[in-house]
C-alpha cells in the first residue's frame, strides 16, 4: 500500500530490466522473446520504483501490476521467466469518474474466462476516501476500464477499503479479499472475504472479517492480503507495520475453511528486513513452469526507506512453501540463488 503519489515510477519509455539493470528502449505490450535461460538470479528482479506488485501468469507470459508511479495510472511490465522485465505501459491510461488521480494503488488481475479484472485502490471523489473499484480488459496489458460510475467496495464508516485481492477457491467459487483503511483514522483494521459473482463484478453474499491488528509487531495496520490453498489448509498472508520503515513485514494465518476462523501463525512475522533489505512487504504468490511458488514482494534499502530521501520499493522473488500449515520463505535474499523454471 501506498500512502502517497510515488516521485519515482517504471519508465514508461521503456526498459529492459534485470535483477540489477536499467536500460533503454520502448517496451511493448507483450514481452520480447525470452533470453537465453539463466541458472541463477539475485534481486531485486526489478530495480526501479514497483510498489505493492500484483502478478499474473498468461500463457507463457507473466504479468506485473504496481502502485501509480509519476507517469502511469497501472505501471505494467511483462517477463518470460520472472528474472527479466520489460516495461509494457500503462494498463489503465483512463481512470474511473468516480476517481480522482494519483493515488491508485495496489493493482491485482485475475481471468475470468476470456475476460481480464483488475481490482484497484482509487481515492474516492465524493468522499476523499481510499475505496475499491474493478475494471475489465481483453487482454492482460489492457487498456482496462471501469465504467460502473462508482466504488466495488467503499466502508467510508471504516476509513475506506483498500488493498483488493482476488481468489478463486478449488470448487470455482471467486472471493474478494481487502482490507478497511482504519489506520488513516485512528480505527481497528481487519480482513474481510466476500464472494463475487460468477464474473468477478459484483459481491455477493456477506463479508467475512478474517483477522485484525492486535500483536505487537502488526502496529496499527494489518494490509495487504493474498489467499493461497495448498493441502486443504487456506493460508493468509498479510503485511503489517508502518511501511515507509524498516518494521514492515509478512506474517500469515491458516484456516481449514475459506471464511475461516483463522488463527495466526505463532512464528510470526516470516519475512522481515535483514541487511540491505528493509521494510519487505506487499506480497504476492506466482508458480512458475516447473510448479515452484514463488514470493512476489517490494522493500526498500535500509536507510532509504522514504520518497523523500531518494529511497524506492523495488520488486524482489524468493521461493515460498506451503506445506502442513507452516509457511516458510527463503528471503529476503541478496546473494545468487537458484533461478525460477520459465
Not at 78 to 101: N, Y
Not at 268 to 292: F, M
Amino acid at each position: 500500500m501506498s500512502r502517497f503519489p510515488l516521485l519515482l515510477g517504471l519508465g514508461l519509455t521503456g526498459a529492459l530490466l534485470s535483477s540489477s539493470t536499467l536500460a533503454g528502449g520502448s517496451g511493448p505490450a507483450t514481452a520480447r522473446p525470452a533470453p537465453a535461460p539463466t541458472a541463477t538470479f539475485r534481486n531485486p528482479v526489478l530495480d526501479e520504483n514497483f510498489p505493492d506488485p500484483g502478478l499474473l501468469r498468461v500463457g507463457n507470459v507473466y504479468h506485473a501490476y504496481s502502485t501509480n508511479s509519476s507517469n502511469a495510472n497501472v505501471p505494467h511490465a511483462v517477463s518470460r521467466d520472472l528474472v527479466h522485465w520489460e516495461a509494457a505501459g500503462d494498463a489503465m491510461p483512463v481512470l474511473p469518474e468516480w476517481t480522482r488521480g494519483g493515488r491508485t494503488w495496489a493493482p491485482e488481475v485475475t481471468q475470468i474466462g476470456k475476460t481480464f479484472a483488475l481490482y484497484f485502490t482509487a481515492q474516492d471523489d465524493a468522499s476523499g476516501r481510499q475505496c475499491i473499484g474493478v475494471a475489465t480488459a481483453a487482454s492482460p496489458a489492457g487498456p482496462f476500464r471501469d465504467t460502473s460510475g462508482k466504488p466495488l467496495v467503499c466502508q467510508l464508516a471504516e476509513g475506506g477499503s483498500i488493498d483488493a485481492s482476488p481468489f478463486k477457491d478449488a470448487d470455482g467459487k471467486r472471493y474478494l479479499l481487502w482490507k478497511n483503511d482504519g489506520n488513516c483514522c485512528n480505527q481497528a483494521t481487519n480482513l474481510y472475504l466476500q464472494p463475487l459473482s460468477p464474473d468477478g463484478l459484483k459481491l455477493t453474499g456477506k463479508a467475512s472479517t478474517l483477522i485484525q491488528n492486535f500483536q505487537l509487531w502488526e502496529g496499527n495496520v494489518i494490509e495487504a492480503p493474498t489467499l493461497y490453498r495448498a493441502g486443504g489448509v487456506y493460508y493468509l498472508l498479510y503485511s503489517a507495520g508502518p511501511y515507509d520503515s524498516d518494521l514492515y513485514a509478512v506474517g500469515y494465518a491458516t484456516a481449514t475453511r475459506v471464511t475461516g476462523p483463522y488463527k495466526k501463525a505463532p512464528e510470526n512475522p516470516i519475512l522481515v528486513s535483514k541487511g540491505e533489505v528493509a521494510g519487505p512487504g506487499h506480497q504476492t504468490v506466482v508458480t512458475d513452469g516447473a510448479g515452484r511458488t514463488w514470493l512476489a514482494y517490494h522493500a526498500w534499502t535500509a536507510g532509504r526507506t522514504s520518497d523523500a530521501v531518494g529511497g524506492y520499493r523495488s520488486l524482489r522473488l524468493d521461493p515460498v512453501t506451503f506445506s502442513g500449515g507452516r509457511v516458510q520463505v527463503a528471503g529476503p535474499t541478496l546473494a545468487p540463488q537458484r533461478a525460477p523454471t520459465p
